[in-house]
């Protein structure tokens, strides 16, 4: 789970709105950041984090655009804009190399850190017809490199 998420990079964050409704926002900054938690900073994320100051439930999804294969993270949020917590999580987003043009205080607004409390595997219907992860890997490989030349991308 830990690999998938940080080759991944970019999850798809389900926070609930005032009224009820669901906001689901990417997230291209999320990693792990230790055994029982996930985080993501806070760069253009205002809707996401007022609902979470409001309600910190949280699901995160993210999947493997080729293999169609990923995770689904439930959990609680803590919404951190400063302090040695939140300094450490920079200085780990600084130190890791992770879109450093953007790591400094004066872009993340702050950070969210997600109490994982349970995870569940996502698999794409794709395997109910018996395709192997080579076969599915291949197909949506081809459908990017077909997409990428129809606009002419090498």
Known sequence: MQRIVREQRLGYAATVCPDGTPNLSPKGTLTVWDEDHLVFADIRSPGTVSNLRRNP???????????????????????????????????????????????????????????????????????????TEEQVRGKWEEYWRSRLADRGAP
């Open 57 to 131: 439930a949280i699901e995160i999804n993210v999947v493997d655009p080729f293999l169609r294969k990923g995770y689904r993270f439930k959990g609680t949020a803590a919404v951190l804009d400063e302090g040695p917590l939140f300094e450490k999580i920079l200085d780990s987003y600084r130190q890791e190399g992770l879109e450093v043009d953007w790591a400094d205080r004066r872009r993340v607004q702050s950070v969210v850190l997600i109490k994982v409390a349970s995870a569940a595997p996502l698999i794409s219907p794709a395997y109910d017809s018996g395709m």
